[in-house]
C-alpha cells in the first residue's frame, strides 16, 4: 500500500488525469468566467448597508458586532527605519477556516478547489479552497446558505486530517487574525457530490496554475503550504527550470546551514528582546488619517485606503451586501533567494515585525514590501534586497508571478512574488534578522502557528510548484 508521501508524489507529477483534464478545467473555468454576473461598485460611506461609524470612536462596525471592524492602532517600534505611527487596521477576532478537501481517484489524490469570486478579487473569479469562510458566516450570521462541504472541516474527526494549523494573516492590516488551515482526506470510497462551481484538480495540475496570474488564490496558497512534505534524496537540489519530477527538501537534520535549535533560539531571541509596542485606540484617533466621503487615507497619499463597495454576488451564501475594505496604493513584491548549501536548498527569510502579529516577529520573505511606500522615507530605510530580486537577470528568476491577496477584505491588492536564484557568496554575511533556511526547516515550521507569514507561505507554494 503506497504512503500518503508516495501518493502525493504521483499527484504533483499528474498534470492530466481520469478525473480532470488540465484543458478541460481551463475550458471550464474559463466559461464560469464568462458567465459571473457579479458585479462590484465602490461606493461612499454613507451608502453602506448595516454598517456605521461609531458616534464616540468613529470605528467603523458592523450592526450585528460581527464580521470585523475598522479600528485604530498606534505602534512604536524603536530602531525601526519609522519608530512610531498609528493607523487603521482590520480587527477580526473570530477564527475562520481555510479547508481543501482530498480524494484518492486511481491511486492519485485530488484536491476539491471552487472557483469563487471575491469583492477585491482583480479580475473576478478565482480559485479558492474548498471552504473558506470566517465564522460569522459559517454561522450563518448573515442569514445566507449554509457553507457546502462545512461539515468535513468541523467534524474532521470522521475523516482523516493532513494538515490543521491556526495560522496568520497580514500583520500590516490585520490586528493578531488567524484562520484554521485544514487538509482532510476522505476514504476513496466515499461519495463526495461534487456542486456546481466545484472541480477535482491534482497537485500537479495546481501546481501548474500557480504560474497563471491572479488564478489561485491567497487562501488555497496558504492551505496548500501546509501539506505534508516528507523528502526523498537529501542530495538533490531543486530542479532546473523547465525540469520535470518534484520539488523537495531535504531529510530531516542534515545538510542544513544552521541547525533547528538554532533557528528556533534565534527566533526566540527576536520575539523576547524586539520591542514592538501596540495599542488599539479609537479610529478618531489616528494620526495624519483623513476621512472624506469615499476614503479614509493617509496625508501622504501612501500606504492605503480605507473605502467601501457594494456587492452583487452569484453563487454566494448571500446574493448582495455592502462592506468596506482595505484598498493598497500601489502593488507589492514579495521573493525570496535560493541558494544551494551542500547542494541542498535554502531560502534567505527575514523574522519581520508587523504590528499585526500575535508573537511579535514571523518569518518572510526576503524581500517583502510596497515599493511606493519607501519614496519619502529617510535614506537607508529601502528594505535591503529589493534591487536584487527586481533587477535579477532573468536565468536566475526561477518564478515570477503577479498574485492577488485575500479578496475578501481588500481591494486590489496582489504582490509581484518571485524566487530569484543565486549563491551564497552572494551574501557574506547574513544581515541583522535574516538567516539561510533550508526549505526543510520552513516547511516544519509551517506546521506550528505564528511561525511563517502568508506572503512567505504562498512562496512555499510557488517554490513546490517548480518542477512543473
Known sequence: MSTLQERLVRSATTVDSSVTLLADFQRWFRERVDADESRIEIIPFEALRGWEFAPDTHNLIHETGRFFTVEGIRVRM?????????????????????????????????????????????????????????????????????????????????????????????????????????????????????????????????HHLLAVEDLVNMDARSVLACLPHSPPDPEEPFPAAGSHGTVEPERQGRHTLHRDADILSWITGLRTEREVFTERIPLRETTGWHRNAHRISHESGRFFSVMAVDVTAGGREVGGWTQPMIEPHGPGVAAFLLAHADKVPHVLVQA??????????????????????YTQ????????????????????????????????????????????????????????????????????????????????????????????
Open 78 to 206: 524603536p530602531g525601526a527605519p519609522v519608530e512610531e505611527w498609528s493607523q487603521p487596521i482590520l480587527h477580526q477576532p473570530e477564527i475562520g477556516i481555510l479547508g481543501i478537501l482530498v480524494k484518492d481517484f486511481d491511486g492519485v489524490p485530488h484536491f476539491l478547489m471552487q472557483a469563487k469570486m471575491e469583492p477585491g478579487n482583480h479580475g473576478g473569479l478565482q480559485l479558492s479552497p474548498t471552504v473558506q469562510a470566517t465564522r460569522s458566516n459559517y454561522t450563518r450570521v448573515h442569514k445566507g446558505r449554509a457553507v457546502p462541504y462545512l461539515e468535513y472541516f468541523r467534524r474532521a474527526e470522521r475523516h482523516r486530517v493532513l494538515a490543521d494549523v491556526r495560522q496568520s494573516e497580514q500583520g500590516s492590516w490585520f490586528f493578531r487574525k488567524r484562520n484554521r488551515n485544514m487538509l482532510v482526506e476522505v476514504a476513496s470510497e466515499t461519495d463526495v457530490e461534487v456542486r456546481d462551481g466545484f472541480r477535482w484538480l491534482t497537485l500537479g495540475q495546481l
Open 352 to 373: 519581520r515585525a508587523e504590528p499585526g502579529y500575535t508573537d511579535v516577529v514571523e518569518l518572510a520573505p526576503t524581500v517583502q514590501c510596497t515599493p511606493r511606500n
Open 377 to 468: 522615507l529617510p535614506e537607508g530605510a529601502t528594505p535591503p534586497f529589493l534591487r536584487e530580486v527586481v533587477e535579477a537577470p532573468a536565468e536566475r528568476v526561477r518564478f515570477d508571478t503577479v498574485l492577488s491577496e485575500e479578496g475578501g477584505r481588500f481591494f486590489h491588492a496582489f504582490n509581484r512574488y518571485l524566487v530569484v536564484e543565486t549563491e551564497m557568496s552572494a551574501v557574506p554575511e547574513e544581515p541583522p534578522h535574516y538567516r539561510w533556511m533550508a526549505v526543510r526547516q520552513l516547511l516544519d515550521l509551517i506546521r506550528h502557528s505564528h511561525y511563517v507569514n502568508v506572503e512567505a507561505r504562498t512562496l512555499i507554494a510557488c517554490l513546490h510548484s517548480l518542477a512543473v
